[in-house]
């Protein structure tokens, strides 16, 4: 929240405080126990993706068999398939949304001009870059694949730091106020500015709490959204120190003896920060926290709730703390909340709720939909068995199987698993066919043909999730490849996963991309400097622009990601690189082109950041080249008659840079 949108003062002991965190606390539980209905769904997700299985009573013995014995024993094994398909879809989705320069581009929508457009996409990168948004976009993308449900909150951040020190300064006299002539020390404090602009938070599925009476895609339009978080006190403080929170000291006589917040854990193979087993014996580091908090957006009657007399809906922010009803780690269902800490209007235009939701399925009416791992998963267990039945058939064909007359031979002889031991015979068969003593079984590997079983499952499961080989980076084999075969694949092989991309760019980053415009217009009040971005760059190298409040005022849409790949950089400078060399053998279309641009635009593709160092710009006559600072290596424009033919002498230019006495180089 901003800082100039403060909370209003709700004691704890007044009717109007236990009316709004009862009427809170029920949408909470609500939302809370239709959600824990996908819990056990997400953590065979969890166990599924980091290819986890139950260790049964045999495998434990062959493990330590292994382990402590040193003889080899072969336990059952799960093929991690689900991640590498998860990970090869996630590639997919950050090289198409996070590849494009800038990851947010806009267009205006009512005739904005270029430069507005120019302003605004500066400004945003800059809040990506600095607001350290890329990772929380990476892990968006992958909640989506992995649990099929991917939430991000956003909010406008206003940093504040106090900068305090101790100075040695000249004593004042209080009676006279004159220097005394000693050093003291004393303790200053400057407020430092940091960071102005948005920040992103990912959402654990666990932790999000909609309203269920919607689809979770369609956020917008239910009456309240919520998610659960762990802050500190030191972040207590800090809000009720600017209005945010309030009833911190009530909150900090609730945490009684123990640290856990009642989050949910998901599977147990996640070991999630502030383990709830681990116990504190400090009760200072009790008091620090952290302190489970649920943030809930209602749009709600004013007049109904007795926050005011408008009797047209609004959206108000609710902080609450939690309260689990044990110090172990609990279901959501087992959680209440305890104190309201914060109560204040959204005051934001875009009058939205400040979440995003993406899913992996284009699905429009069930209230969630799958994530790769479940639809994967009568896949991933029949590969398993075919990988470890077929295993097993090669461990027991390895280990030669006998019909043997104990009563013939000395069986320690044949019990013995050293290489290369001999079987001797008892006194009694000296002289009889030792191929009657013992005989070998003859044993088939019944489980040859699951390995090619298991290409066909693989073969299914691409065409199931639309991550095929081309994907994965893989091109089929039989003879040499052409480029064009090459890109053809590739091309064909996406149109699946593209038409995920566009389906997660219209519900997820297009509602982020416009919320950011409209907090920045809202909130951004400064007049910085941005470095230019995107295609509206027109020559190679850095070039900065002003942006100011006014400059990005206006209507603006966000330009959608169409879900495919970005274009092969070099490919493209090569495209170039012919229709300049073309240019040359028709004057007429040179004449239409700035080639020195062009030029600049060719090397930048390329991979050449710095080809604007190397330019060299040409001083208009009488000038000299320290008169224009900043312009790059600037060469005085020869003056005086030109030779016959119109030709200038070379010899006679000054070039940058060149050593005296060297000549020139051309």
Known sequence: ????????????????????????????RLSSDRMSRLQSQWMKNEDQFIAWLPERSIDEARRYQRERGGKPQYTTVVLPYTYAMLMSAHSYWTTVFLSRDPIFQYSGRHGESVQQTQALEALIAYQVQVGRMLIPLYFWLLDVGKYGLGVIANWWDEEVSPITRYQEVDEIDELFQ?????KIRKKSTEIVRGYSGNRLINIRPYDYFPDPRVPLWDVQRGEFVGYFTEVTLNQLKRGEEQGRYINIDYLRTQQKGGVSTGRVGGSPRYEMPNDPNFSLNYMD???????????????????EWGLGKGNYPEKWAFTCSTVASSTSMV???????????GAQPLGSYHNKFPLHVMEMEPEAYAFAS?????????????????????????????????????????????????PGGGIRLKPAAYGTDVREALQQLQV???????????????????????VNDQIMGQVDTGGRKTAVEVRSASTFGINRMKTIAEMQSAMGFQPLAEMLVANSQQYYDQQQKFRIVGDLTLEAGQQFIMVSPEDIYGFFDFVPVDGTMPIDRYAQANLWKELMQGMQQLPQVAMQYDIGRIFAWVAQLAGLK?????????????????????????????????PPGGMQDLTRTIEPGQIPGMGTTG
């Open 370 to 418: 799958r994530g790769m791992p479940q639809i994967v998963d009568p896949i991933q267990r029949t590969m398993d068995w075919l990988l470890n039945s077929h295993m097993y058939n090669v461990r027991k064909v390895l280990n030669d199987q006998f019909v043997v007359d104990p009563s013939r031979i000395v069986m320690k002889d044949f019990l013995d698993p050293g």
């Open 610 to 642: 710095n080809i604007n160092k190397f330019k060299i710009q040409v001083a208009p006559p009488g000038m000299m080249p320290n008169q224009m600072p900043g312009m790059g290596n600037v060469v005085p424009m020869p003056t005086g008659p030109r």
């Open 444 to 466: 088939t590997d019944v489980t040859a043909a699951h390995l090619r079983d298991m290409q066909f499952m693989d073969m299914f499961g691409q065409k199931t999730t639309g």
């Open 331 to 341: 279901g959501s269902s087992n959680v209440s909340l305890g104190a309201l800490i």
């Open 1 to 28: 929240m901003p800082e100039d949108n403060i909370s209003l003062d709700l004691k704890p002991d007044t009717p109007l405080y236990k009316r709004v965190l009862e009427a809170v606390n029920r949408r909470y």
């Open 285 to 303: 580091m009790i008091q620090t926290g952290p302190y489970g908090i649920v943030t809930m957006y209602v749009e709600l009657i004013p007049k």
């Open 178 to 182: 004159i220097p005394t002539g000693r």
